[in-house]
């Protein structure tokens, strides 16, 4: 075992995190924290860094052409929410129907939302680039912390919609179906039982950090930038209906068509548009939506693709063979060591998708050769991809903190509870499921 190459390896992560605390932008964290696990690997450090091939470089390239436009257009749709006054409208109604008097129900409508955007294929940062500025009004009518938004968020597209749910049509259920020639559907029984699992535990966990947060006063407390949204007249807003048109057309356009290829880039230009001319009204300078949308979305695209480069080159060295044989070498359950596996992988690559690539193409063979039935491995690996997939350079949780403004003091403990705590919950049921026999 290439135990220096590991050791580069922990290096490299720890000295990702150390840059993430201290403040330095991810752009310039996974590049470094590249460099140290090649120190480390006895690989060429130039050419796998900026080689044509198999490069980091390469692999950011790659994660900027198929995903750009999606951050583009997300972002420019969400400027126009908010800005429009459509996100206050929309926050009102929902206050309207679940009340002022219980916070919590605020709570758990926000998680449904997400819930069923998620489960409706709809990606999740488009998710958190059109909600974040429906949930802020929210929050600050009620009073509460802001920091409390990410339990329910999280908890809704991150866990049993993402990796557990059968049928979700989430990558993270597609990439296994594909790789084994299973449906999305495979093993309900664990699915279904594991998502009712994960939806107790996240609706307990975030009636308790409510709870905790009014024992200690807290409020929401946010410093606004700019214009606050609280001065908006009522009567400038738009009507509630007018003003969720957008979200409902790009919902539609998304599940009528979701067999077209790039169904999701055609729906956020007709939901842009659609608000171009419904807001008109209430947005005087459009072409300011437009740069501002742009902006904010290069550098959300490039962030994530930071962590995913970073985490593509720290999975290829050769010293990551020695990572399989310790994975394979844990006591219990085979299911359990192909969980644990590749939520490691996870964490590396602070991507569940690229986990669950690694996993098929590496874990999956050697666990089907043991006997493991296609579709428990394609629900273990699903779910065990969100294990770690929360650590503080992940793309995901720098993006939220983006958008929210929030800190990643603020947001990484109720973030981590929220997906990998959960995730650690499922995967003690499917445990208990194959020693019972039903796994």
């Known amino acids: 075992m290439d135990i220096l190459g590991i050791f580069g390896i922990l290096l490299g992560i720890l000295t990702i995190i150390l840059f993430i605390i201290k403040k330095f932008s991810i752009i310039i964290a996974a590049p470094i924290a590249t460099i140290v696990v090649l120190l480390f690997s006895g690989v060429p450090i130039l050419e796998t860094v900026f080689g044509q091939e198999n490069s980091y470089m390469t692999a950011l390239a790659g994660f900027i052409a198929a995903n750009f436009a999606i951050f583009l257009l997300g972002s420019i749709l969400a400027k126009y929410m908010d800005k429009s006054g459509a996100t206050i409208s929309i926050a009102d109604k929902v206050l309207?129907?679940?009340?002022?008097?219980?916070?919590?129900?605020?709570?758990?409508?926000?998680?449904?939302i997400s819930a069923i955007l998620t489960y409706g294929g709809i990606n999740v940062f488009v998710i958190i680039f059109a909600l974040i500025p429906m949930a802020k009004p929210i929050f600050r009518k009620l009073n509460i912390s802001w920091k409390l938004v990410t339990i329910p968020v999280f908890g809704g597209?991150?866990?049993?919609?993402?990796?557990?749910?059968?049928?979700?049509?989430?990558?993270?259920?597609?990439?296994?179906?594909?790789?084994?020639?299973?449906?999305?559907?495979?093993?309900?029984?664990?699915?279904?039982?594991t998502s009712i699992a994960a939806i107790v535990f996240i609706?307990?966990?975030?009636?308790?950090?409510?709870?905790?947060?009014?024992?200690?006063?807290e409020t929401f407390n946010v410093v606004e930038k700019g214009e606050s949204k609280a001065e908006i007249a009522k009567s400038d807003l738009p009507p509630f209906m007018i003003s969720l048109l957008p979200i409902i057309v790009l919902l539609g356009i998304i599940l009528l068509f979701s067999s077209v290829n790039n169904i999701i880039i055609v729906a956020l230009i007709v939901a842009i548009v659609l608000?171009?001319?419904?807001?008109?009204?209430?947005?005087?300078?459009?072409?300011?939506?437009?740069n501002q949308g742009a902006t904010e979305s290069l550098s959300s695209t490039i962030t994530?693709?930071?962590?995913?480069?970073?985490?593509?080159?720290?999975?290829?060295?050769?010293?990551?063979?020695?990572?399989?044989?310790?994975?394979?070498?844990?006591?219990?359950?085979?299911?359990?060591?192909?969980?644990?596996?590749?939520?490691?992988?996870?964490?590396?690559?602070?991507?569940?998708?690229?986990?669950?690539?690694?996993?098929?193409?590496n874990f999956a063979p050697i666990y089907l050769d043991m006997g493991l039935?296609?579709?428990?491995?394609?629900?273990?690996?699903?779910?065990?991809?969100?294990?770690?997939?929360?650590v503080p350079y992940s793309g995901f949780l720098i993006i939220f903190n983006n958008i929210t403004g929030l800190t990643m003091k603020d947001t990484f403990k109720n973030g981590f509870i929220s997906i990998s705590v959960t995730h650690w919950i499922a995967m003690t049921v499917i445990v208990i499921m194959a020693l019972l026999g039903l796994a």
């Open 96 to 112: 309207s129907v679940v009340g002022t008097k219980n916070p919590y129900n605020a709570l758990v409508a926000l998680f449904i």
């Open 157 to 193: 597209t991150s866990t049993f919609t993402m990796t557990m749910l059968p049928g979700a049509p989430s990558l993270h259920n597609i990439v296994p179906s594909t790789a084994l020639g299973t449906t999305l559907t495979a093993a309900p029984l664990i699915g279904i039982v």
């Open 203 to 217: 609706l307990l966990f975030m009636k308790f950090s409510l709870n905790k947060s009014l024992k200690k006063n």
């Open 275 to 290: 608000s171009a001319i419904l807001f008109r009204k209430q947005i005087a300078q459009q072409r300011e939506v437009l």
């Open 304 to 361: 994530t693709g930071s962590t995913i480069a970073f985490g593509s080159i720290a999975t290829s060295v050769p010293a990551f063979k020695g990572v399989f044989q310790v994975i394979q070498s844990i006591p219990g359950p085979p299911i359990l060591s192909l969980m644990i596996g590749t939520g490691l992988i996870g964490g590396i690559t602070a991507s569940a998708v690229g986990a669950i690539g690694i996993s098929v193409a």
């Open 373 to 390: 039935d296609p579709e428990t491995v394609h629900r273990a690996i699903a779910i065990g991809s969100g294990a770690l997939s929360i």
